[in-house]
Nanobody, 124 residues
Framework: QVQLAESGGGLVQAGGSMRLSCAVS????????MGWFRQAPGKEREFVAV????????QYADSVKGRFTISRDNTNNTVYLQMNSLKPDDTAVYYC?????????????????WGQGTQVTVSS
């Protein structure tokens, strides 16, 4: 089992940028596919982005493609989500998650471990 801790959330104006970080501890970070998900009030948790174990492959939700970038640092056991051109619809609690599978997956229930989440609020 791994422990995940997100940071970097807060309040930003529409059009602004923010970078989220997720520090991972407990087991070898490079064993895990890492994903970012978000959950807005009254809505289900949804996929945002995923990066494979080496960092060489990424996949994004259509709603964030071209605006968000996921990356990982396997030396420092951290995954990042750079968010640009933020919109009020991006307001949510953002979670990082770890998956020990060999597959790239986008469904929340398929992930093994989760962080506590960090709030991102985008004002109009």
């Amino acid at each position: 089992q791994v422990q995940l801790a997100e940071s970097g959330g807060g309040l930003v104006q529409a059009g602004g940028s923010m970078r989220l970080s997720c520090a991972v501890s407990g087991r070898a970070f490079s064993r895990y596919v890492m994903g970012w998900f978000r959950q807005a009030p009254g809505k289900e948790r949804e996929f945002v982005a995923v990066v494979n174990k080496s960092g060489g492959f990424t996949q994004y939700a259509d709603s964030v493609k071209g605006r968000f970038t996921i990356s990982r640092d396997n030396t420092n056991n951290t995954v990042y989500l750079q968010m640009n051109s933020l919109k009020p619809d991006d307001t949510a609690v953002y979670y990082c998650a770890a998956d020990e599978s060999v597959f790239i997956r986008t469904i929340p229930r398929e992930y093994d471990s989760w962080g506590q989440g960090t709030q991102v609020t985008v004002s109009s």
